[in-house]
């Protein structure tokens, strides 16, 4: 058996693209208006929660301000994400992955499991251990949805079909700040996956990422 | 290879990725990309929320403390003043194009025939937000009293003010201008629309960001394609600086 599904190998490469771009043209966008509000309004300083740096043009997309070319990169990005993050979640239901895998049991949420995870060298056996486990299922569960909740309602054309989403968010202003903020949540899911993927042998577990690589089992 | 040269050869690398990136959204491929995604939010917005699902309207004491002016903040002209000084008495509003009847109404006119109050919130394409109270007849009023003719398909909006130079100008279709919510308002919470919100008449088009909302309204033209308007584009920040002509994303 694989030790990764072809879906989890086109869908991690494909996303990974997509929130390149999205992470810089929304930087861009943030350089336009670089206050955060909460509630539904927000316009005045004195109202702004976080008064946000001007990220510099080597991060942001474009690298020379154009407010309108980064809506278009970050608009077409996020129905990669967006549609990507529907389609994996089939994927790994139908194909067991999430199950298997990813899905926790009542053990995996003790102490002592969490202090074995962490004893353990390296991070490259299947089924994930209890501390990947919680991390994937984080993400899967909680940020990467969020991100599309959040975006989705800062959208005045998607609005009138979902007001309560921008309730339950406490705001059209809320929802660009848990935007913003969840943004930096991922970017360090992606710092720390890349280094415990460096320490763990990045040319095994990266190459399994492209050719699929072979499953083997911790017995865990 | 030294430490030196291998951060000047990472470092050339990535100029050279960044710099091909920055300029890939010139391209007629990415372009094209771009307009496709733009059609499909549209679609998915028009399938879920249908042609009459409303805009989030708010109680009064939700209302900003201000509306923030934006954009141009009045108009240049010596006939602006002179209507700003003496409450729009001779200002005209044409509806024209491919309409039966062109009307030209004065602002008592506007104020007489049937109006909408709503109190709804203003997203900035840059990324605030203000709610105001806005009043004003429906655009749907305005286009069956003009009897607009099966030939329209979009409707194009004049403006007094200009930016870098241009009229301003926007434009939306039919699904928005008949949308109920869709009113030419002339009043901002209870009083005459003031200057800096694009007195004496502005559009307000709520499911859609701020630039759509043509302000210092002087014509309203019923049209069958934006080819020959303005840059062909659909309106000013599409024409100047490739704004999505859809809006409501």
């Given at each position: 058996?694989?030790?990764?599904?072809?879906?989890?190998?086109?869908?991690?490469?494909?996303?990974?693209?997509?929130?390149?771009?999205?992470?810089?043209?929304?930087?861009?966008?943030?350089?336009?208006?670089?206050?955060?509000?909460?509630?539904?309004?927000?316009?005045?300083?004195?109202?702004?929660?976080?008064?946000?740096?001007?990220?510099?043009?080597?991060?942001?997309?474009?690298?020379?301000?154009?407010?309108?070319?980064?809506?278009?990169?970050?608009?077409?990005?996020?129905?990669?994400?967006?549609?990507?993050?529907?389609?994996?979640?089939?994927?790994?239901?139908?194909?067991?992955?999430?199950?298997?895998?990813?899905?926790?049991?009542?053990?995996?949420?003790?102490?002592?499991?969490?202090?074995?995870?962490?004893?353990?060298?390296?991070?490259?056996?299947?089924?994930?251990?209890?501390?990947?486990?919680?991390?994937?299922?984080?993400?899967?569960?909680?940020?990467?949805?969020?991100?599309?909740?959040?975006?989705?309602?800062?959208?005045?054309?998607?609005?009138?079909f979902a007001p309560w989403l921008v309730d339950v968010l406490g705001g059209r202003q809320s929802a660009?700040?848990?935007?913003?903020?969840?943004?930096?949540?991922?970017?360090?899911?992606?710092?720390?996956?890349?280094?415990?993927?460096?320490?763990?042998?990045?040319?095994?577990?990266?190459?399994?990422?492209?050719?699929?690589?072979?499953?083997?089992?911790?017995?865990? | 290879?030294?430490?030196?040269?291998?951060?000047?050869?990472?470092?050339?690398?990535?100029?050279?990725?960044?710099?091909?990136?920055?300029?890939?959204?010139?391209?007629?491929?990415?372009?094209?990309?771009?307009?496709?995604?733009?059609?499909?939010?549209?679609?998915?917005?028009?399938?879920?929320?249908?042609?009459?699902?409303?805009?989030?309207?708010?109680?009064?004491?939700?209302?900003?403390?201000?509306?923030?002016?934006?954009?141009?903040?009045?108009?240049?002209?010596?006939?602006?003043?002179?209507?700003?000084?003496?409450?729009?008495?001779?200002?005209?509003?044409?509806?024209?194009?491919?309409?039966?009847?062109?009307?030209?109404?004065?602002?008592?006119?506007?104020?007489?025939?049937?109006?909408?109050?709503?109190?709804?919130r203003h997203d900035c394409v840059e990324g605030w937000s203000a709610i105001a109270e806005w009043r004003?007849?429906?655009?749907?009023?305005?286009?069956?009293?003009?009897?607009?003719?099966?030939?329209?398909?979009?409707?194009?909006?004049?403006?007094?003010?200009?930016?870098?130079?241009?009229?301003?100008?926007?434009?939306?279709?039919?699904?928005?201008?008949?949308?109920?919510?869709?009113?030419?308002?002339?009043e901002l919470n209870g009083a005459a629309l003031p200057e800096k919100n694009g007195a004496p008449l502005?559009?307000?088009?709520?499911?859609?960001?701020?630039?759509?909302?043509?302000?210092?309204?002087?014509?309203?033209?019923?049209?069958?394609?934006?080819?020959?308007?303005?840059?062909?584009?659909?309106?000013?920040?599409?024409?100047?600086?490739?704004?999505?002509?859809?809006?409501?994303?």
């Amino acid at each position: 058996m694989k030790r990764h599904a072809l879906s989890t190998r086109l869908w991690h490469w494909v996303n990974a693209g997509a929130l390149v771009v999205l992470f810089m043209s929304g930087l861009t966008i943030s350089n336009a208006h670089r206050r955060l509000y909460w509630g539904n309004y927000g316009f005045d300083p004195a109202d702004a929660w976080l008064h946000v740096m001007r990220f510099p043009g080597w991060i942001t997309l474009p690298a020379r301000y154009n407010l309108a070319a980064a809506r278009d990169w970050h608009n077409t990005a996020a129905l990669v994400f967006a549609f990507g993050l529907l389609a994996i979640w089939l994927a790994m239901v139908a194909n067991g992955h999430f199950r298997r895998d990813l899905a926790t049991s009542a053990r995996d949420w003790t102490f002592g499991a969490w202090r074995t995870a962490l004893a353990q060298k390296g991070t490259a056996g299947m089924p994930y251990n209890p501390l990947q486990k919680l991390a994937y299922g984080a993400l899967f569960a909680l940020v990467l949805p969020l991100m599309v909740a959040t975006g989705l309602a800062m959208s005045p054309g998607f609005e009138p079909f979902a007001p309560w989403l921008v309730d339950v968010l406490g705001g059209r202003q809320s929802a660009r700040s848990i935007h913003f903020i969840t943004t930096w949540a991922l970017v360090g899911f992606v710092v720390g996956h890349v280094a415990l993927t460096l320490v763990s042998g990045p040319v095994r577990l990266i190459g399994a990422m492209v050719h699929g690589g072979r499953r083997e089992e911790t017995g865990a | 290879m030294s430490g030196v040269n291998r951060r000047g050869v990472l470092a050339g690398l990535t100029a050279l990725g960044a710099g091909a990136c920055s300029d890939l959204h010139k391209t007629k491929t990415a372009q094209d990309v771009f307009r496709t995604a733009e059609d499909w939010h549209r679609a998915a917005h028009r399938l879920l929320a249908g042609r009459e699902r409303l805009a989030p309207e708010y109680r009064p004491d939700q209302r900003s403390s201000d509306m923030r002016g934006n954009g141009s903040l009045t108009v240049d002209s010596d006939f602006y003043r002179e209507q700003l000084a003496n409450g729009f008495a001779d200002w005209q509003l044409q509806v024209t194009g491919l309409v039966a009847e062109p009307l030209s109404l004065s602002i008592d006119d506007i104020r007489a025939l049937p109006q909408r109050s709503q109190i709804t919130r203003h997203d900035c394409v840059e990324g605030w937000s203000a709610i105001a109270e806005w009043r004003g007849p429906q655009l749907g009023t305005l286009l069956d009293r003009a009897q607009l003719r099966p030939e329209a398909n979009f409707i194009v909006f004049r403006c007094a003010d200009t930016l870098y130079g241009r009229p301003y100008y926007e434009s939306i279709d039919l699904v928005d201008a008949y949308h109920p919510q869709t009113i030419i308002a002339h009043e901002l919470n209870g009083a005459a629309l003031p200057e800096k919100n694009g007195a004496p008449l502005r559009m307000r088009i709520e499911r859609h960001l701020g630039y759509k909302h043509a302000k210092y309204l002087t014509a309203i033209e019923a049209v069958a394609s934006l080819d020959d308007i303005g840059g062909g584009k659909g309106g000013l920040w599409e024409d100047i600086a490739g704004y999505q002509w859809y809006a409501g994303i």
